[in-house]
């Protein structure tokens, strides 16, 4: 499949995505808190490089791809993701700054659910979501597991972006997903060029 396309596929999946979050949150009456980030300041964040695909594809579009290469070669593949932009105020979290291209994992956190081995669902909510409205985060869990509210379940898509390109399904530390992802952008266009 030509790499355009592995990228439209992921992109689909990632839209379906959005539309079941934002269903979930409509029905649960949960969102994050404005201005938070907390889910993208740890430091043992993975990703599949295909999650990661659109994001490299755009940026090899804007020309910034061969760059940031550059710095994710130097930087320690353990630390937080690159596109965490770190907030003036020591305290505050920061922002991502390429949010619209954000990987399965990030859209995930905070609004999926996880299945136990004995089948029932539960609400994967972040901890400051757990812990800014203790009450409703409850009564989520209690309605998510008893499936009045439906939630997307991280399993699931990762299935469905399996069947894209399985080769890419690996999980990384998050800046070395990105670097494994810009690697295969730039090597496909590479190729392409020389031929």
Request: with cysteine; glycine share 8%.
């Amino acid at each position: 499949m030509q790499l355009y396309r592995k990228v439209q596929a992921v992109e689909r999946v990632f839209r379906a995505l959005s539309r079941d979050v934002a269903a979930f949150q409509k029905a649960a009456g949960v969102s994050c808190i404005r201005g938070c980030g907390a889910c993208c300041t740890p430091d043992r964040i993975e990703a599949s490089t295909l999650e990661l695909l659109p994001l490299a594809y755009h940026l090899h579009r804007q020309n910034c791809a061969v760059e940031l290469l550059e710095s994710l070669s130097s930087r320690d593949a353990g630390k937080t993701c690159v596109f965490l932009d770190p907030a003036e105020d020591a305290a505050a979290p920061g922002r991502c700054t390429v949010y619209a291209d954000r990987g399965l994992i990030c859209r995930l956190f905070g609004f999926s659910g996880i299945v136990d081995r004995n089948g029932r669902t539960h609400y994967a909510a972040c901890r400051v979501i757990k812990e800014h409205d203790k009450d409703r985060f409850l009564a989520v869990e209690d309605a998510v597991g008893e499936g009045l509210i439906s939630i997307p379940v991280g399993p699931d898509y990762r299935m469905v972006l399996n069947a894209v390109d399985p080769s890419l399904m690996a999980y990384h530390p998050i800046n070395v997903a990105i670097r494994k992802a810009v690697e295969a952008v730039l090597g496909y266009y590479s190729y392409r060029r020389g031929r």
